[in-house]
Structures are given as C-alpha cells and as structure tokens.
C-alpha cells in the first residue's frame, strides 16, 4: 500500500510499508471507536454528541486521503460486521441506512476531502488549517441533516434543530482543536527534522 506524501503522517514516518500502514490503520479505527463513546443524547433527537468529529478531523488531516479514507472505511465495516465501534457501543448495517447514516458516510467523504488538502500543505498554517476544519465540518452536517431529513420525513424546522444545532458549540471547540494543534504539530516535526 502506497499513501500520497504530504501528509503529517508521510513527514513523520517517510518510508511506509504495509505492516506501519496496517498499525496507523488500527489505530485509527481504536480512536475512532473510543471517540465515538463519548456520546451524550440529545433529546428529541436520534443523533447524540459524540467526539467522534474531532477524531475524523484529525485522521483525516493527519494521515493524508489514501490512508484516511481506508481507516474511516474499515471503521465502517467493522462495526457493519458486529464490532461495537459506533455511539452507545452500537453496530450494524441499520447504522448507516438509520438516522444517523448520512453524517457517517459524511464522515468517510471527510476524511478524504481533509487528507487531500493535507496533501496539499493546508494543516501545517492556521489560516489554512482552520478553514479545512471547517469544510469537513460542512461536508459532514450537510450529509448527515440531509438524510435525517430523507430518513424521518420531518420538516426543516425540525431536522435543522435535532441534527444541527445542538452541535454548533461542540463543533466550534473540535474545529479550534484540531485547527490548532496540527499546525503546532507541523512546527515540531519540521523543527526536529532541521
């Protein structure tokens, strides 16, 4: 497996081969299910508050598009299989056509979209890497109200309030934190590499 370089990933570990891209994979998918535990219901809604978004953000960016996008793959599949890796120790196929289905396959279109502009050199600049947060942001909650709106057959009204809303503050704090500390990050590994 061969990842394109640019990525946070690529500049720490320069020669990657199956068995690294295999544990950076693993890992991901860990994060990605212990964020995901971090699930607090918001009422009226059937989408809780997870800290799974941060996770995503910073794979997505960190890892670069190929390899992000695999582990976000084999996240899915993992817990379409049975593993217990999505909110409330959940799995299955219904997770993905249910109501929370759109803002994981948002998700998944994040994690790549975020590893292409990684690939680019736009996490390593604050005035680059906060904007890419948000995009990610956008992508995820513009998938996932437009299919709980689709999946429940409810107003706007309503889906923008159980789908959108409740999560604005949450998803300011994550953007700020993964739009910062990557380019933190950055100017510690390319120092050390000096």
């Not at 890992?27 to 809780?48: E, F, H, N, R």
């Not at 736009?122 to 709106?149: R, V």
Request: charged letters at 10%.
């Amino acid at each position: 497996m061969t990842f394109a370089a640019g990525s946070l990933r690529a500049r720490v570990m320069p020669r990657s081969s199956a068995i690294s891209n295999i544990a950076l994979i693993s890992g991901g998918v860990l994060l990605l299910a212990a964020s995901a535990q971090i699930a607090i219901p918001v009422p009226g809604s059937p989408v809780p508050v997870t800290g799974q978004t941060l996770g995503v953000l910073l794979i997505g960016t960190s890892y670069g598009s190929g390899i992000g996008l695999a582990t976000f793959a084999i996240y899915l599949l993992a817990g379409i299989v049975g593993a217990p890796v999505f909110a409330g120790a959940s799995f299955g196929i219904e997770k993905i056509t249910g109501a929370t289905g759109g803002y994981l396959i948002g998700m998944l279109i994040t994690t790549y979209v975020l590893g292409l502009l990684a690939n680019r050199r736009f996490d390593q600049k604050f005035l680059t890497a906060l904007p890419s947060m948000l995009l990610g942001n956008l992508i995820i909650f513009s998938c996932g109200i437009i299919w709980l709106h689709h999946f429940t057959g409810k107003d706007w009204t309503w889906t923008i309030n159980a789908g959108l809303t409740p999560f604005i503050v949450g998803e300011i704090l994550k953007i700020a934190i993964a739009g910062t500390s990557l380019p933190i990050l950055w100017r510690l590994v390319n120092a050390k590499k000096q």
